[in-house]
């Protein structure tokens, strides 16, 4: 298993559940302001190398949670090289991410009992 995909056979199995990309980014946002490719390179590094996710999924999320207010674009006037668009999480992104810490320890639950049905299968 390499990735955020299990091959079994001819199946392909996502290894990371669907929803956790945007309170993923959300939390990091919390520690700094970050670009696109920053997100997806911390969030690689975070996850020991499990989940790279492409901008294909990244920059329609950073859209997304922008349009929603939860984050909004800051103007770092990079001078002399490409502009990169950064993002920080607002007071809205803050308060929405505070049931962050109970979906996560309440998916760690879930896993933990599913494992061992995994194992038996």
């Known amino acids: 298993m390499r990735g955020r995909r299990c091959r079994c056979g001819p199946f ?3 290894i990371i559940p669907k929803g956790l990309l945007q309170p993923f980014m959300l ?3 919390m520690d700094k302001p970050m670009h696109g490719f920053e997100i997806m ?3 690689f590094e975070k996850t020991d190398g ?3 996710p492409g901008p294909a999924a990244v ?12 984050i909004e ?3 770092k006037g990079n001078k002399g090289e490409k502009a990169r668009k950064q993002y920080r999480i607002t007071e809205r992104g803050k308060e929405a991410i505070k049931g962050y810490e109970k979906m996560s320890v309440d998916l760690a639950e879930d896993l933990d009992q599913f494992i061992p049905f995994l194992k038996r299968f």
């Open 41 to 43: 390179e911390q969030i």
């Open 59 to 70: 920059y329609p999320s950073l859209s997304q949670l922008e349009s929603s207010g939860y």
């Open 12 to 14: 392909n199995v996502d």
């Open 27 to 29: 939390r990091l946002l």
């Open 73 to 75: 674009a800051v103007n």
């Open 50 to 52: 499990m989940w790279r």
